[in-house]
């Protein structure tokens, strides 16, 4: 017999009993549909980890101070201010990985007064332009500042959507003045709305203003060794030169002192983030910007560093790990009901072979070889299988559907997932199908003729 014919045989003697074939693909559409909602809603989840991390600046290396200890007690990270505006222009100048540095000053905690409202933002972020590209952000108005604003310590900032939200009741907050702590600011750009970070804070509840205004105007100068630091906001030179009540320099006039800012030869900053040139180049920006750090601090080798890195790839690596084995999990649980459903089906196929011995017989008796009814048993099952597959697809695909409407949770399509499941629908049919088919064709047609 032809292939074509034998197709035809095999699709006859499903038609004859829709009812069990419909029953029988039964395990084979639910294993399917099991396995194509699990691998979209775990391709969903692992692709808003990476947007999330994105969000955060994609290829981030973060650079913190290390930490300082005072009698035994170790006093954390960022205690020992050991980063300075240096390290920043020797990390660019001497690392061919990096592609742009930030310093960061912190300013927390203050509040935001404008008008008649009174706001204290979740982060007031003291920094250089560079930082919007490291981090993606985007300016929605105005304009970003610039490098000499940031060397005249100017008192400009940008604001996120719900600074904007809260403060300014939703206008456009472009040459608006704001107040924080003693100095007033001149609001110049507005930040695109980024939304929540994957660790739920919102992202757009933000300051960002020069570090030198930010370190002059709000938390005062940092200076000293790794071990002490002294803070001075707008202060006079007798302040962080107080002696044994010897004046150092003759005391300022009162307007002076007001309005000038003492800009000492060293000022820390809280910490460094950069950006690698490409994602293939992040371990190779570590390890260059930890040799300059090094360098840099005069520290012997086989002596602790004085400053902690972190990486977003770390972070990313880890949390797409995590979705990955849930994802497998799922994804092998689906795989028994899978295995479940072909145990159905090579079952209803044995029942099948043994109710049809005799039209097996009478085929083989006018002619047909045991290669056709080994054929037509296993065309028979990979038809059941892949019915079943193409409907477990779709029931899949609308499962997975459901669970974005009312769970809110994120799925991706996945072509891949689709072609595996058609191709395991068919293997399924041909392993389970495979031993009904070949009892099948080793049947003695004598016997078989005389079976009843």
Same mark, same amino acid.
């Given at each position: ?60 290396? $973060? ?197 000038? $800012? ?66 497998? $999990? ?49 065309? @028979?099952?990979?038809?059941?299988? $892949? ?16 669970? @974005? ?48």
């Amino acid at each position: 017999m032809k292939i074509t014919g034998t197709v035809f045989t095999a699709l006859k003697a499903l038609k004859r009993n829709p009812t069990r074939a419909l029953l029988t693909t039964l395990g084979i559409v639910i294993g399917i549909a099991a396995v194509i909602t699990m691998m979209e809603i775990g391709s969903g989840s692992s692709q808003s980890i990476r947007s999330s991390i994105e969000k955060m600046g994609a290829n981030t290396i $973060l650079v913190l101070p290390g930490a300082s200890r005072r009698g035994g007690i170790n006093m954390g990270s960022g205690s020992r201010m050991s980063l300075t505006p240096g390290d920043c222009e020797a990390i660019l100048r001497e690392c061919p990985s990096v592609g742009a540095v930030a310093p960061v000053v912190s300013a927390n905690n203050y509040q935001v007064v404008a008008g008649n409202i009174n706001y204290m933002p979740a982060q007031i972020v003291g920094t250089a332009p560079e930082y919007l590209t490291i981090r993606n952000w985007e300016i929605g108005e105005g304009r970003g500042f610039t490098e000499a604003e940031v060397e005249s310590r100017a008192p400009v900032c940008l604001v996120g959507s719900t600074v904007i939200r809260e403060v300014f009741g939703g206008n456009s907050p472009v040459d608006s003045e704001l107040r924080i702590k003693d100095t007033a600011f001149r609001v110049i750009g507005s930040l695109k709305s980024k939304g929540a970070s994957m660790m739920g804070r919102d992202e757009d509840d933000v300051i960002i203003l020069p570090w030198t205004t930010a370190r002059l105007r709000l938390t005062g100068l940092k200076t000293g060794s790794a071990s002490s630091t002294t803070s001075t906001a707008a202060t006079s030179p007798g302040a962080l030169y107080s002696g044994s009540g010897v004046a150092l320099y003759p005391a300022p006039d009162s307007t002076l002192t007001t309005n000038t $800012l003492l800009v000492p030869k060293f000022i820390h900053i809280d910490m460094i983030q950069l950006m690698a040139s490409s994602p293939a180049k992040v371990d190779s920006a570590i390890e260059e910007l930890t040799a300059v750090l090094r360098e840099r601090h005069r520290i012997k080798p086989g002596y602790t560093d004085d400053f902690q890195i972190r990486n977003s790839a770390e972070f990313m690596q880890m949390l797409t790990g995590t979705s990955t084995v849930m994802t497998n $999990l799922l994804l092998g649980v689906a795989l028994i009901s899978l295995i479940v459903g072909g145990v159905g089906i090579m079952n209803i196929m044995l029942v099948s072979v043994t109710e049809r011995t005799r039209e097996i017989g009478l085929r083989m008796a006018v002619g047909a070889r045991s290669r056709d009814i080994l054929q037509q048993f296993l065309i @028979e099952s990979m038809v059941l299988c $892949l019915v079943g597959g193409i409907v477990g697809i779709l029931l899949g695909h609308g499962a997975a559907l459901l669970v @974005e409407h009312y769970l809110k949770w994120p799925i991706a399509s996945s072509p891949q997932a689709v072609v595996a499941a058609v191709a395991v629908s068919a293997a399924v049919g041909l392993i389970f199908g495979f031993y009904p088919a070949w009892k099948a064709s080793k049947l003695d047609p004598i016997e078989a003729l005389r079976y009843e």
